[in-house]
């Protein structure tokens, strides 16, 4: 039988050179965003290490002056299925989640799409702290000092042409790391979007930290987002993918119960949960025999998102 007489490439060569085009790929787009994210101010390093301390300035302005809760309540106390569904299961459970290497795929409606590693996207953002409000569905509610930067500065870098309409954010899917991804409870990867112009209002914030150093597991690390005025579940964790989108994407909790949560998610004291009211809220920390609060209409931050609904009816857009 004749031999042809190709050059012989071993497997590790091949790997190699494809993981030099990778990542020239990575580095290009990456040296690419650089240019067209320049953002004043120091680069962060945020370090991986749950409860590491970082370098940020204090935001008065994006703050409220409530009394924020213990980092015990904040990091005791969560929602975070993917670790069960126990108040008290993500701080048990979620030791096993590996927060590096992390990758975040940047996807759909923008001029800079691919997948990123988390120092490329945290690096160019200068951190602060910010005051915010809490309030979830269940009708309790929390005052956090998080730190992180505003999410508009994040999706700018990526260009999102005129047909990005919505942004979805997905949280990391894996069994191995999430064991309450093994129960049917919710559909697996939680999912939860947000309108552009909601996504780019000043207030929501991609968070990192939280009392000044690295966000504990059970609170969404190595990134999530947080938006003051809605209900807490629009909030997702540990997220891997942002996609631009031209239409309404999907969201985990309107697709397990869609007559029961919505898209818009806004905190909103006039329209009730078909089983039980949205009117006043129990602050955790307050003891048991603590007086209810009332609800404050977006949570307390009217001023700066009531204009982003005139003329929506909120009743139908809860
Ligand atoms: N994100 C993911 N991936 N999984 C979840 O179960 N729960 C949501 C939201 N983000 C949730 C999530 C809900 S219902 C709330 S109230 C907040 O996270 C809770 O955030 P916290 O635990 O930091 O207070």
């Known amino acids: 039988m004749p031999r042809l007489n190709l050059p012989r490439i071993r497997p590790s060569e091949i ?32 370090p991986a290490a749950p409860g590491a301390p970082l370098t940020y300035t204090r935001n008065a302005k994006y703050s409220v002056t409530d009394k924020a809760n213990s980092f015990e309540e904040i990091s005791g106390y969560n929602n975070y299925y993917e670790f069960g569904t126990d108040k008290s299961d993500p701080a048990a459970r979620a030791g096993s989640l ?11 409606e923008a001029a800079k799409t691919g997948t990123f590693t988390i120092e490329d996207i945290l690096a160019p953002h200068p951190l602060e702290e910010r005051i915010y409000r809490h309030r979830c569905v269940e009708a309790w509610s ?9 999410l508009a500065d994040l999706l700018r870098r990526f260009q999102p042409t005129s047909r ?26 939680y999912v939860e979007g947000l309108r552009i112009d909601e996504a780019m209002n000043p207030l929501a914030f991609v968070v990192v930290g939280v009392y000044g150093r690295v966000l504990p597991n059970q609170n969404g690390a190595p990134l999530r987002v947080h938006l003051p005025w809605k209900y807490g579940f629009k ?18 909790w309107a697709i397990s119960a869609p007559n029961e949560y919505g898209f818009y998610a806004n905190v909103n004291p006039q329209v009730d949960h078909p089983r039980w009211s949205q009117a006043t809220e129990r602050h955790i920390g307050g003891g048991f025999f603590a007086a209810r609060q009332p609800t404050l209409m977006f949570n307390g931050y009217a001023d700066q998102v ?10 139908r857009n809860f």
Do not use: C
């Not at 929390?142 to 505003?150: E, K, L, R, S």
């Not at 909030?235 to 985990?252: C, H, L, M, W, Y």
């Not at 009531?306 to 009743?315: F, M, N, V």
């Open 235 to 252: 909030s997702a964790k540990s997220i891997v993918q942002i996609r631009f989108t031209e239409r309404q994407p999907a969201n985990t």
């Open 306 to 315: 009531a204009s982003l609904y005139q003329g929506l009816d909120l009743r």
């Open 98 to 108: 590996r927060t590096r290497p992390w990758m975040v795929t940047i996807a759909g």
């Open 142 to 150: 929390m005052v956090i000092p998080w730190v992180g930067f505003p």
């Open 15 to 46: 790997t190699a050179e494809r993981y030099f085009h990778m990542r020239r790929d990575l580095l290009t787009t990456a040296l690419g965003l650089a240019t067209v994210a320049a953002i004043p101010g120091a680069k962060a390093a945020v």
């Open 164 to 189: 990005a309409k919505y942004v979805q954010f997905t949280t990391l899917l894996d069994a191995r790391q999430m064991p309450g991804q093994r129960s049917g409870v919710l559909d697996w990867p």
